[in-house]
């Protein structure tokens, strides 16, 4: 299953929770990244100075990264990605991945939450872990990427009649509950 939704909309955190429930590993390509930012990896060295900017990672870089992520044992019976993909680029790049491995999306799954709740999350958990790109200049140049490029791989899993809508307002227990209904609906309808 994917998770989509602009920063801020619990994306993270949901897919901590799903993953746990569903016994499904959960694949964040910000957390990877992170990670190699951390151990200084040629990796984190490139993508740093795109994320300290709000910017994408180039496709080129990141396609590969989620390739070799998604070919290892334990993504073979299932897996939750986290914030891929992104561009309507990675969309086709995830299909062809997806047709090689024999597998298909069961659930798109969509966190939707105002920018003005998004902007209130971030810049609180800048103050908590301090992430390099919870600016608010960087916040709000990573919702316009949203809006601009993220919005459209949305509307192409709606046009192929895959997409769930899930309301990421409220509290985290509740916004979990929405989530694994609209699983357990998607389930029971296929
Ligand atoms: P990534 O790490 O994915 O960042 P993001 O999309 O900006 O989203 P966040 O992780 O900030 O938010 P989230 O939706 O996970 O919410 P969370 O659960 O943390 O990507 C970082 C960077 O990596 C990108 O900018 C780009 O440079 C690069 N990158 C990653 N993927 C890429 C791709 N596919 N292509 C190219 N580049 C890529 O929650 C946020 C906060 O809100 C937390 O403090 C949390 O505690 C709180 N919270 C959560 N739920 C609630 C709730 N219901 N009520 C109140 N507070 C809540
Ligand atoms: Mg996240």
Same mark, same amino acid.
């Given at each position: 299953?994917?998770?989509?939704?602009?920063?801020? +909309?619990?994306?993270g955190?949901?897919?901590?929770?799903v993953? @746990?429930r569903l016994e499904?590993?959960?694949?964040? %390509?910000?957390?990877?990244f992170?990670?190699n930012?951390?151990?200084? %990896?040629?990796?984190g060295?490139e993508?740093?100075?795109?994320m300290?900017?709000?910017?994408?990672?180039?496709? +080129?870089?990141?396609?590969?990264m989620?390739?070799d992520?998604l070919?290892?044992?334990?993504?073979?019976?299932?897996?939750l990605?986290d914030?891929?993909?992104?561009? #309507?680029?990675?969309? @086709?790049?995830?299909?062809?991945?997806?047709? @090689?491995?024999g597998?298909?999306?069961?659930?798109?799954?969509?966190?939707t939450?105002?920018d003005?709740?998004l902007?209130?999350?971030?810049l609180?958990?800048?103050?908590?872990?301090?992430?390099s790109?919870? %600016?608010?200049? #960087?916040?709000?140049?990573?919702l316009?990427?949203?809006h601009?490029?993220t919005?459209?791989?949305?509307s192409q899993?709606?046009?192929?009649?895959?997409?769930?809508?899930?309301?990421?307002?409220?509290?985290?227990?509740e916004v979990? @509950?929405?989530?694994?209904?609209?699983?357990?609906?998607?389930? +029971?309808? +296929?």
């Amino acid at each position: 299953m994917l998770l989509i939704g602009p920063p801020g +909309s619990g994306k993270g955190t949901q897919a901590e929770r799903v993953s @746990e429930r569903l016994e499904i590993v959960a694949i964040s %390509t910000g957390d990877i990244f992170r990670y190699n930012v951390k151990e200084q %990896t040629p990796l984190g060295i490139e993508a740093k100075k795109f994320m300290d900017a709000g910017d994408f990672v180039p496709d +080129s870089v990141t396609n590969n990264m989620v390739r070799d992520r998604l070919l290892e044992d334990d993504a073979a019976n299932g897996f939750l990605l986290d914030g891929y993909p992104r561009t #309507v680029a990675q969309v @086709e790049y995830l299909d062809g991945i997806l047709a @090689e491995k024999g597998q298909q999306l069961d659930v798109v799954l969509q966190l939707t939450a105002d920018d003005d709740e998004l902007v209130a999350r971030l810049l609180n958990r800048a103050k908590e872990t301090g992430r390099s790109d919870d %600016t608010e200049a #960087v916040i709000r140049h990573r919702l316009h990427l949203y809006h601009t490029q993220t919005e459209a791989v949305v509307s192409q899993y709606a046009d192929r009649g895959t997409l769930t809508r899930v309301d990421g307002i409220g509290a985290v227990d509740e916004v979990t @509950e929405r989530v694994l209904a609209a699983i357990e609906s998607v389930k +029971s309808a +296929s």
